[in-house]
């Protein structure tokens, strides 16, 4: 039998191939030396990649099991719950120096309100002269212009909300908005700081690459 010489090659019959992108089967010998190195290169990153994504997996969940054991911990010792009621908890370093975060955050859409609540707003703003509110219609424009995923800027809507303006209509669209949110989950982040003396700036500790 050959010898297979790479990785991804299909022995038939004595002859060695390759399946390109297609689905068809390419004779080893008719690859340009480059695509086979480039091939190569991505096996080797990608196989790479996997060890180190499992090595990231399985230390997120030894942090957050440190975490838990410590807060069963001290809820035995002590019978107080270390954190917050929503899971958020803040550990620190008895230095001061090296901080551990556990954040929970809320996964939130928005209902049907929030289109009622955009056409009051749009009212409003087509009643207000051109000239007036020029800051409001560009956060109201920035609140609903939806980006690639078709999800609204939420940061700026809840900064919509903070806006006290007497109209009715207005008070009765920001209630819309607040009616049109809802809690459907909840995602738990867990992150790493550490800084060089108890009054420096606290620097993030990054374990995603895009951070990295």
Same mark, same amino acid.
């Given at each position: 039998m050959t010898?297979?010489?790479?990785?991804?090659?299909?022995?038939v019959g004595g002859e060695l191939y390759l399946r390109d992108a297609k689905g068809s089967l390419v004779p080893l010998a008719s690859v340009k030396p480059v695509d086979l190195l480039m091939d190569d290169t991505v096996r080797s990153i990608i196989d790479k990649a996997r060890e180190v994504s499992g090595v990231v997996r399985e230390f997120k969940a030894d942090a957050f099991a440190d975490v838990g054991s410590l807060q069963a911990l001290i809820a035995q010792q002590y019978g107080a719950a270390l954190g917050g009621k929503k899971g958020n908890i803040t550990l620190t370093s008895f230095d001061g120096c090296r901080k551990v975060q556990v954040q929970v955050a809320d996964l939130i859409e928005f209902g049907p309100e929030l289109q009622s609540a955009k056409s009051l707003i749009d009212e409003c703003l087509a009643e207000w002269s051109a000239d007036s509110r020029v800051e409001l219609r560009?956060? #109201?424009?920035? #609140?609903?212009? #939806?980006?690639?995923?078709?999800?609204?800027?939420?940061?700026?809507?809840?900064?919509?909300?903070? #806006?006290?303006?007497?109209?009715?209509?207005?008070?009765?669209?920001?209630?819309?908005?607040?009616?049109?949110?809802?809690v459907i989950g909840s995602r738990t982040y867990i992150r790493f700081y550490e800084r060089d003396d108890p009054d420096a700036a606290w620097r993030s500790i990054a374990i995603d690459l895009a951070a990295a």
């Open positions: 010898e297979i010489p790479h990785p991804a090659a299909i022995d560009s956060l #109201v424009n920035r #609140v609903f212009q #939806v980006d690639k995923e078709g999800q609204i800027n939420r940061a700026e809507l809840f900064m919509l909300l903070r #806006v006290e303006i007497a109209d009715a209509r207005w008070k009765k669209a920001m209630e819309a908005i607040r009616d049109s949110i809802r």
